[in-house]
């Protein structure tokens, strides 16, 4: 069974930039269309960048241009490049399939402030 393990999250000043890692146990995982995922307090879980099994990408309005999505099948790895970063950012980010979801991972904290 597939594992899904985030990690890259941090505090960040306004403006700054992190990278978020998600890791897949699992020879099938690079073949899965993934996304991540945002879950600000108090709020929903929200989609905020995918990729389809083809490589092609989208973004929520609210990260549009901003964040990169990208993958590395040989190490599993799914990526999320985030710049400039704004206090609207700050959430727990999580990394799933975007068809067919499997138990979340513990996710990662992102925390955009001074």
């Known amino acids: 069974q597939v594992e899904l393990v985030e990690s890259g999250g941090g505090l960040v000043q306004p403006g700054g930039s992190l990278r978020l890692s998600c890791v897949g146990s699992?020879?099938?995982?690079?073949?899965?269309?993934m996304g991540w995922y945002r879950q600000a307090p108090g709020q929903p879980r929200e989609l905020v960048a995918r990729?389809?099994?083809?490589?092609?990408?989208n973004y929520a309005d609210s990260v549009m241009g901003r964040f990169d999505i990208s993958r590395d099948s040989a190490r599993n790895t799914v990526f999320l490049q985030m710049n400039d970063l704004k206090p609207e950012d700050t959430g727990i980010y999580y990394c799933?399939?975007?068809?067919?979801?499997?138990?979340w991972g513990r996710g990662t904290q992102v925390t955009v402030g001074t």
């Open positions: 799933n399939s975007i068809e067919s979801p499997i138990k």
């Open positions: 699992g020879s099938l995982f690079s073949l899965w269309p």
């Open positions: 990729m389809t099994r083809g490589a092609l990408t």
